[in-house]
C-alpha cells in the first residue's frame, strides 16, 4: 500500500504538469520527487507517467490514483483540521461552501447569532460544489440542485429568475427589456460558459440564434458585478444577487425579453443536528434578506 506521501506528489504532478512545479508546491527538491516517483512504480510495478517533452502525462494507471488522491486527500485534510479544533475548542468548526454566488455577504453576521460555532468559510469552484458537499469537505452551501442522497438536507429558500445586469450608462439601462443581441456586443461575464439546459442558453439565446462571442469567466459574482458597474461588459445572473448592487446604483437590472422560468435556490447540509441548528437559523435568513429580489 502506498503512503498518503505518494498521493499527495501524484495530484500535484497531474495539477501542474512537471516534476519541478510538483515538487515546489509540496516543498519537496526536485531530485526528491523524482526518487518518490520511482518509488510509486516500483512498488506497483506499472508506469504512472509518460514524458512529452518536460510535461509528465498521466497513464491509465496514473489517471486511476489521481482519482482516489483527490477523493481521499481532502478528507485527510478535513479531519486533520478538525482533530486540531477538537483538541482546543472541543468540537470542530462547520464549513459553509461559497460557490460562484459569494454576494449574500449581509447574511454573514447572523451565522453567529443563535449558537456559539465556528464557522469557516470555504470557496467552491462551481465544479466542486456538490462534490464538496458529498464528501463532507463541507457542511452546507447555497445551490441550485440539491443532490439526492442519504445524510443530506435542504431548506427552501427563494426562487428568483435570471436578469440582465448592465452598467448605468449602457444603452439597452432604460429598456423595458433586454434582447440577445446586448450580450453579443461586447464583454459578457459570467460564472461558467458551458451551456446548461433550462437556463439562459436554452430559454433566451438558442431561440433568437444568438450566442455571446466574447464570454469571460469569472467564479465569483461580486466580482462581475464590480466589473459591469465600471462599465466593463455585461452579465445574466439572478435577480436576488443583483438586487443590492441594483438598489445602491452601481449596476442597473432589467428583464430579459423572453419569459425566463423562476429558478429554485436551497441551502443544502449534512443531516446532522450539530449542523441543523445552525443551517435552519440561516436558511431563515437568507429568505428575510432575499426572497424580495424584485
Do not use: N
Amino acid at each position: 500500500m502506498l503512503d498518503i506521501k505518494f498521493y499527495v506528489l501524484i495530484d500535484a504532478i497531474a495539477t501542474h504538469g512537471t516534476v519541478h512545479d510538483a515538487a515546489a508546491a509540496i516543498g519537496l527538491t526536485q531530485p526528491a520527487a523524482t526518487h518518490r516517483i520511482r518509488e510509486m512504480e516500483r512498488r506497483l510495478g506499472v508506469s504512472l507517467f509518460a514524458r512529452e517533452g518536460r510535461r509528465l502525462v498521466l497513464t491509465a494507471s496514473g489517471e486511476r490514483l489521481v482519482e482516489t488522491a483527490r477523493e481521499i486527500l481532502p478528507r485527510v485534510r478535513s479531519a486533520e483540521l478538525e482533530a486540531w479544533q477538537l483538541a482546543r475548542h472541543g468540537e470542530p468548526a462547520l464549513r459553509l461552501g461559497i460557490g460562484p454566488y459569494d454576494t449574500f455577504s449581509k447574511a454573514l453576521p447572523f451565522l453567529y447569532e443563535h449558537h456559539d460555532r465556528d464557522i469557516d468559510l470555504v470557496r467552491l469552484p462551481l465544479d466542486e460544489m456538490t462534490a464538496a458537499l458529498l464528501s463532507r469537505r463541507v457542511d452546507m452551501t447555497v445551490m441550485i440542485e440539491v443532490p439526492t442522497q442519504r445524510g443530506l438536507a435542504c431548506e427552501r429558500l427563494f426562487e428568483a429568475p435570471p436578469v440582465a445586469v448592465l452598467p448605468p450608462g449602457h444603452p439597452a439601462a432604460h429598456a423595458s427589456a433586454v434582447p440577445p443581441e446586448v450580450f453579443d456586443g461586447g464583454r459578457h461575464f459570467t460564472y461558467s460558459v458551458i451551456p446548461e439546459a433550462g437556463h439562459e442558453f436554452e430559454y433566451f439565446f438558442q431561440p433568437a440564434g444568438v450566442y455571446p462571442s466574447h464570454m469571460v469567466q469569472i467564479e465569483s459574482v461580486s466580482l462581475i458585478l464590480e466589473l459591469v458597474a465600471a462599465g466593463k461588459g455585461v452579465s445574466i445572473l439572478s435577480r436576488w444577487a443583483v438586487r443590492d448592487a441594483a438598489r445602491d446604483g452601481r449596476v442597473v437590472m432589467r428583464p430579459l425579453d423572453v419569459a425566463m422560468p423562476q429558478v429554485p435556490w436551497y441551502l443544502a447540509f449534512a443531516d446532522e443536528p450539530r449542523v441543523r441548528e445552525v443551517a435552519e437559523p440561516l436558511a431563515a435568513t437568507l429568505r428575510a434578506l432575499y426572497s424580495d429580489a424584485d
